[in-house]
């Protein structure tokens, strides 16, 4: 007899193969057979016929670092079928944070991930943090990139300025040991202070330890807009340099003057002499902090400096000036679900929030997201966070990507025939665990593997979060697996928290 027995359904298995009936066993906490298993018996039984039953997604692309912490039971990444979370992305790390860092100006600096600010910060290394993390029990998988930003705040602080060879020396040697306790790779926010200020050199040397430890390095770009192209080939040359796979983060192209260059980039990608692959969420509007818009000397000195800055009407009158040429147009710019009314009240925001004022920003282009979405090396990631609408973090009108993501890919680009199932299934979840080293063991179902499936109903999947109300969890996601236990049965929180801190290769921090 077996833990779980899944019967019937129409199983994608997460490689890119054909779709086939067949039965899937689960036992203790892993994959034990998928094919006819008509005589065997299980504790529990599930119907599955008519139903897709698939790898759990592999969110490859999650800013849940803290608000896993607020809210382990993972409510709006579960529910869509996120079974493991990589976090960590853009930079926007939150370890190690070494004595000498200054732990306030770097917590206002990764604002846009504060969901929580009653959250403590009681670790000093990424092991520290990992502790933390599996101490709260959440109830997705986790594993976890080292953030550019917390290594610059450690060893330069937030000057503009480029870091010397000794400092460079020194940013290598805390991502080393980050590294050694378990850490999937390193990401950069090359768009936020301070991580706007590291030259070439530095992301070089960079890239040149996470070469050595075999990870990945996740590019927010430089440039989204009118610097995409110029901005990609960095990233490749990086890579090229140091011989590190490469992955860079939500590629698009914003402005209207700047549609079209994402297939451009594409081909950048693939004649690079390197593993350079990119992740995409299906929507044609992002979000981050409102001070991103800001031209990176604005940011000198860090969050103080920069809002007593904006106070000044000479400061203002240099950032409009910047302005003068920028890709987005103000109604397109959102902030708690309204336009914005212009430059005045951008400011104003910046001057009185800081970090802390989410913003979702129109203007891309649909033809671009599916260039990306059918290139064999873009994978999907959601960009978003754990929410929860009842708690802390159910607060105000972020991005409906941390609710909708990957049922909105089935929807709407499977549903309507743009992308086939076994393709987006296979960017959700095997393409994405074969990133990160946990091929074979995550994101496949095949004997061996861990239990983390779905099933979900093709018929009725839907993405019901919008940029208006977007805390609505989704239709269709009938049951969600997490090491072998039932997470999210008919569509409703059990409220067991079974997830892992894992580490590449499937190691895992107990």
Sequence with gaps: MTDLLIRG?????????????????????????????????????????????????????????????????????????????VLGNCGLGVSPLPPQTDAAALRAAVGFIDVDPALAWPWRTLADYQETLAAARPAVNTLSLVG???????????????????????????????????AAGLSTGLIYAPACYADEAELTALATVVARYGRIFAWHLRDYADGLLTSVAQA????????????????????????????????????????????????????????????????????????????????????????????????????????????????????????????VAFGRSEDDLLAALAHPAVVIGSDGFALDPDGPTGRGTPHPRSYGCYPRLLHHYVGQGRLTIEEAVRKCTGAPAELLGLSGLSGLLRPGAAADLLVLDLETIEDLS??????????????????????????????????????????VTT
């Excluded at 599955?48 to 692309?61: E, M, N, Q, T, Y």
């Excluded at 860079?248 to 693939?270: D, Y």
Aim: charged share 25%; with cysteine; hydrophobic share 40%.
């Design 466 to 507: 919008s940029f208006t109300h977007p805390h609505r969890y989704p239709a269709g996601v009938d049951l969600v697996v997490v090491n072998g236990t039932v997470v999210i049965d008919d569509g409703d929180h059990t409220g067991a928290r079974p997830g892992r801190v894992q580490r590449p290769l499937m190691e």
């Design 236 to 359: 490749v040359r990086v890579s090229e340099a140091s011989g590190c796979r490469t992955q860079i983060s939500h590629l698009t192209a914003v402005g209207r003057r700047n549609w079209g260059t994402v297939a451009e980039a594409l081909r950048l990608i693939e004649a690079a002499d390197a593993d350079v692959r990119a992740d995409v969420y299906p929507y044609l509007a992002g979000s981050a902090n409102l001070s991103q818009l800001l031209p990176g000397w604005a940011h000198d000195g860090g969050e103080p400096a920069m809002r007593a800055r904006l106070r000044d009407p000479r400061v203002r009158d240099r950032i409009r000036a910047a302005w003068a040429g920028r890709w987005w147009a103000w109604p397109d710019v959102l902030v708690e679900g309204r336009p914005l009314g212009g430059e005045d009240e951008a400011l104003d925001l910046i001057a009185e929030h800081g970090n802390g004022v989410a913003m």
């Design 148 to 182: 550019h930003l917390p290594l610059r705040a450690a060893v330069t602080g937030f000057a503009d300025r480029p870091a010397t060879p000794g400092e460079r020396a020194r940013m290598s040697d805390l991502l080393a040991r980050a590294l050694d306790e378990g």
């Design 9 to 85: 359904g129409l199983v994608v298995d997460g490689t890119g193969a054909p779709a086939r009936t067949a039965d899937v066993a689960v036992g203790h906490g892993r994959i034990e057979a998928v094919g006819d298993l008509a005589g065997l018996t299980a504790a529990r039984v599930v119907a599955a016929g008519g139903r897709l039953v698939c790898p759990g997604f592999v969110d490859v692309h999650s800013h849940s670092d803290l608000a896993l912490l607020s809210n382990p039971e993972a409510h709006s990444k579960i529910r869509q079928g996120v079974t493991t979370e």
